[in-house]
């Protein structure tokens, strides 16, 4: 509900601050009084387009702040706030503001946030709904009449959507899995050839380093093979090194018992015979060690290679090529078990399907019930608001299966003929902009509560009408206001006579400055106000007399 405005330099608008309250509010004053600038105003803050025409003459910018307050939290309201991360507390105003500059730029906020003009219009869709003689939203706009519909015919539209979703998660599944089999196929043959190829090679994981290890040694004792050979000349044979040593060793065994020098002597010999033995046997083992067979280097470099050139024909380490096998493996198990899976997706599908269809079809059903019921309970408006010789009706169409949707399977629009034997037509396209007012608020009448914006909004519903029609129109518009809130600009005092609060907007001039007014009237305010309406210029008794009777009668 709209609680406040505070408008600022806006046209003839200086400084203007309204509170509203609920119940059917009007507005009453003379033609040119400025209600259009005051609505305007309302509509910029509700993400309007900005025009820095609207800014006061002499004035840097204009600015207008409009706080709305809830009961309870309208879920689109809720989700809009979110998606924009604005927090509001439970309780707390909501409370959105527009300002223009003199050279046309703009800035808007949500409860100080700044937030972008199209998410003002958005929200305020929802908070504000505006029926006057150029209306394009609210009620007019098709897109909202299949869920007012829904609403209206207390239909299971959540249950359609949400089967919807099922449907389409069911269906994107499903062509996945087709689309990754159609894939895998494709590559089928590759796969098989690769993991042929590397079934053949049969890599073992740390075979590579294994295999460096054995070549790098096998190229070592080839370099040192020469040297080794000639080592071994030196200690082999009976004229060797060795052999001298031992020989020596020997002879002087036989008279080392003849000095103690001598002894001494054949222990340092008998060392030297054990240290070259020891020597002996090393060489000999380093050379076994350090021998080679050019067939075994040769194997062992032809098994790097191929393992090294598979691993580059898989981009991979060649660590790497015993789980690049695995994988292959599970991916042709894949393709197998996927096409045994996708017999399940498509039967999961198809229920889906059927579930969707059977509840857009009662959905449809409802609509349509729904529809008939809806075009009497108009029907029965329509007379009293002088529209005799009008027809309304619901269009109920059957939509394409490629336009379903979470909405389900038709398209709903109210459509309206004002003529006897005319076709009926959109309601946007109704030539009288009163008669449009007068249609929406039969529409509004018939259905009650069902949706709507927090805050209705009638501009001179009652143009060009008077006596039984402005009263019905007057009693139709308090009754819609009763638990809500209604803004009623009007010209007539029988609409006048039924609001809750009245205002009064006035024009006034001090020199070259005029300025436009706002005043909430009291009982007595009330009365003249609408003896004024009644009268006209001059307010006469027998007009204060009249005034009296309508707020006796409202």
């Known amino acids: 509900m709209l609680t406040s405005l505070a408008i600022r330099n806006v046209v003839l608008i200086e400084a203007l601050d309204l509170a509203f309250g609920a119940g059917l509010g009007v507005l009453t004053g003379e033609t040119g009084a400025g209600k259009s600038i005051l609505l305007d105003s309302l509509g910029l803050a509700l993400g309007a387009r900005a025009d820095s025409g609207l800014v006061r003459a002499g004035e840097d910018q204009a600015s207008v702040t409009a706080s709305f307050e809830f009961a309870a939290l309208p879920a689109a309201i809720g989700t809009l706030l979110g998606a924009a991360e604005v927090d509001l507390d439970p309780g707390e105003p909501l409370i959105v503001k527009r300002r223009v500059k003199a050279d046309g730029g703009s800035k808007a906020f949500i409860n100080d946030q700044p937030v972008s003009a199209a998410l003002l219009r958005e929200l305020g869709a929802h908070l504000v709904e505006l029926h006057g003689q150029h209306d394009d939203r609210g009620l007019v706009n098709p897109r909202g009449h299949r869920a007012l519909l829904d609403r209206y015919a207390r239909a299971d539209a959540?249950?359609?959507?949400?089967?919807?979703?099922?449907?389409?998660?069911?269906?994107?599944?499903?062509?996945?899995?087709?689309?990754?089999?159609?894939?895998?196929?494709?590559?089928?043959?590759?796969?098989?050839?690769?993991?042929?190829?590397?079934?053949?090679?049969?890599?073992?994981?740390?075979?590579?380093?294994?295999?460096?290890?054995?070549?790098?040694?096998?190229?070592?004792?080839?370099?040192?093979?020469?040297?080794?050979?000639?080592?071994?000349?030196?200690?082999?044979?009976?004229?060797?090194?060795?052999?001298?040593?031992?020989?020596?060793?020997?002879?002087?065994?036989?008279?080392?018992?003849?000095?103690?020098?001598?002894?001494?002597?054949?222990?340092?010999?008998?060392?030297?015979?054990?240290?070259?033995?020891?020597?002996?046997?090393?060489?000999?083992?380093?050379?076994?060690?350090?021998?080679?067979?050019?067939?075994?280097?040769?194997?062992?470099?032809?098994?790097l290679f191929e393992l090294r050139a598979a691993a580059r024909k898989h981009q991979c380490q060649v660590d790497e090529l015993p789980a690049r096998m695995r994988a292959m493996r599970e991916t042709l198990d894949a393709i197998e078990g996927g096409e045994a899976n996708l017999a399940a997706l498509e039967a999961a599908a198809e229920i889906a399907g059927e579930d969707y269809r059977q509840r857009a079809t009662d959905l449809s059903a409802a609509r349509s019930a729904a529809a008939l019921r809806l075009d009497q309970a108009?029907?029965?408006?329509?007379?009293?608001?002088?529209?005799?010789?009008?027809?309304?009706?619901?269009?109920?169409?059957?939509?394409?299966?490629?336009?379903?949707?979470?909405?389900?399977?038709?398209?709903?629009?109210?459509?309206?003929?004002?003529n006897p034997g005319a076709d009926f037509a959109p309601l946007a396209k109704i030539a009288s902009g009163g008669e449009l007012s007068r249609f929406i608020l039969a529409l509004k009448v018939a259905l009650a509560e069902e949706g709507g914006a927090a805050t209705v909004i009638f501009d001179e519903i009652d143009r060009g009408v008077g006596g039984a029609v402005a009263s019905a129109i007057g009693e139709r518009l308090a009754r819609l206001a009763t638990g809500g809130q209604l803004l009623a600009v009007t010209h007539s005092p029988q609409v006048a006579a039924r609001g809750h609060t009245h205002y009064v907007i006035a024009k006034s001039s001090e020199g070259t400055v005029t300025r436009t007014s706002v005043h909430l009237l009291d009982a007595g305010g009330r009365q003249e106000e609408i003896a004024r309406m009644l009268s006209g210029a001059e307010v006469t008794p027998e007009a204060r007399a009249q005034a009296d009777r309508l707020l006796e009668q409202a």
């Open 378 to 418: 108009v029907a029965a408006e329509l007379a009293p608001l002088k529209l005799d010789a009008a027809r309304f009706r619901t269009s109920v169409t059957r939509l394409t299966e490629e336009q379903w949707g979470a909405s389900g399977i038709d398209r709903v629009e109210f459509l309206i003929s004002t």
């Open 158 to 303: 959540e249950g359609v959507a949400a089967a919807w979703t099922d449907w389409r998660a069911a269906r994107e599944a499903l062509e996945a899995a087709r689309a990754a089999i159609a894939q895998a196929a494709a590559d089928r043959d590759l796969l098989l050839a690769h993991l042929a190829e590397l079934t053949a090679l049969e890599p073992v994981e740390g075979e590579e380093a294994e295999l460096a290890g054995a070549r790098a040694a096998m190229q070592k004792g080839e370099r040192l093979s020469d040297d080794l050979e000639e080592l071994r000349k030196l200690w082999a044979g009976s004229d060797s090194a060795l052999a001298s040593l031992r020989g020596a060793a020997r002879r002087l065994d036989r008279i080392a018992g003849e000095h103690a020098l001598l002894a001494e002597a054949l222990a340092a010999l008998d060392r030297a015979v054990i240290e070259a033995s020891e020597a002996e046997d090393r060489l000999e083992r380093a050379a076994e060690a350090l021998s080679h067979d050019p067939q075994m280097l040769d194997r062992i470099e032809t098994r």
